[in-house]
């Protein structure tokens, strides 16, 4: 059976299902999540962990370049800076993988290729990483 993400076709909606699947996990893992009113923020969800606030912006994709598959790491006007959000959670939705990556890693990335099956890929390291949410 399909990932049920992949029958979404409108990538708005796409994006609010991944929003809805990364607060779920979230939550499951203890965590305390927030969502913003309205959608004007550069972030999708404020995750709590023992006081410690971390600004997150939810991404999914099921775009696969070779053996990767390639997800935006940047909004209209360009790559996410870290004066807006601490982590990009990142879902590839065939997998159901997650990647948490923090804003400093990526640089002025505006795309990330990531390879959840390769255990010694670039981002491999982040793959699953939510105890980084609780630093």
């Given at each position: 059976m399909k990932t049920p993400g992949l029958r979404i076709r409108q990538p708005k909606a796409r994006g609010e299902w991944a929003e809805l699947r990364?607060?779920?996990r979230a939550i499951e893992l203890k965590f305390r999540v927030s969502k913003p009113?309205?959608?004007?923020?550069p972030y999708?969800?404020?995750?709590?962990?023992?006081?410690r606030l971390s600004?997150?912006?939810v991404k999914c994709t099921c775009k696969k370049r070779?053996?990767?598959y390639v997800c935006s790491v940047s909004n209209n006007r360009g790559?996410?800076?870290?004066?807006d959000i601490d982590f990009v959670a990142a879902l590839i939705i065939p997998?159901?993988?997650?990647?948490?990556?923090?804003?400093a890693i990526l640089g002025r990335s505006f795309d990330v290729w990531l390879t959840p099956q390769r255990k010694n890929s670039r981002y491999a390291e982040f793959q699953e990483a939510w105890h980084l949410l609780k630093r």
């Open positions: 990364f607060i779920t009113w309205g959608e004007t923020g999708d969800c404020i995750v709590d962990h023992r006081g600004r997150v912006q070779l053996q990767s790559p996410y800076s870290p004066r997998t159901e993988t997650w990647y948490l990556l923090p804003i």
